[in-house]
């Protein structure tokens, strides 16, 4: 589809998408402003603190930065994926959300032959509902763990 042709598509139907959406959702999307992101939890952290913030809020999401294991920690894919989600689990509980309301996740393995033990483990905390997912393999894990997990929810 020529350039021109996906503007005139997205002017004439992002109109409409926005007429159509539930009147919550219009109004988070109005009342949300940049001033009003904020951060809900951080742990505690070395001095100085990382260059990011562990969790965020913005009109009625929360976005959760990617939890690892932590250094020094032993364990198979399962025993490390399981941490990770823990953490996830905790982060969203503190800012007033929970697993059942993740709509978004990113999933970061050392190696994608770990993508099955995984899941094992991923799969039941998702039973009901599973949010959207990207998983990816090859990368190298700044505290040398095997998963890296981040998410956005609504609360």
């Known amino acids: ?8 598509f997205l002017a004439s139907t992002l109109p409409a998408l926005a007429l159509a ?3 919550s959702a219009q109004q988070t999307r109005g009342a949300a402003t940049p001033t009003q992101g904020k951060r809900i ?7 100085p603190p990382p260059p990011y913030s562990s969790e965020l ?6 976005f ?3 939890k690892g294991v932590g250094a020094g ?4 894919i399962k025993a490390q994926a399981t941490r990770v989600l823990d953490q996830i689990e905790e982060s969203l509980k503190a800012a007033g959300s929970s697993m059942d309301k993740v709509l978004k996740v990113n999933v970061y393995l050392s190696d994608i032959k770990n993508f099955e033990g995984m899941n094992e483990v991923y799969r039941p905390r998702f039973a009901v509902d599973p949010p959207v997912r990207t998983t990816i393999g090859g990368v190298v894990m700044p505290d040398g763990g095997l998963v890296e997990i981040d998410c956005i929810a609504y609360i």
């Open 41 to 47: 939890y951080r742990r505690p952290t070395t001095n």
């Open 73 to 76: 920690f032993q364990g198979d």
């Open 64 to 66: 959760v930065s990617g």
């Open 57 to 62: 809020s913005y009109g009625n999401l929360v």
């Open 21 to 23: 959406a539930p009147a």
């Open 1 to 8: 589809m020529a350039k021109s042709a996906r503007r005139a």
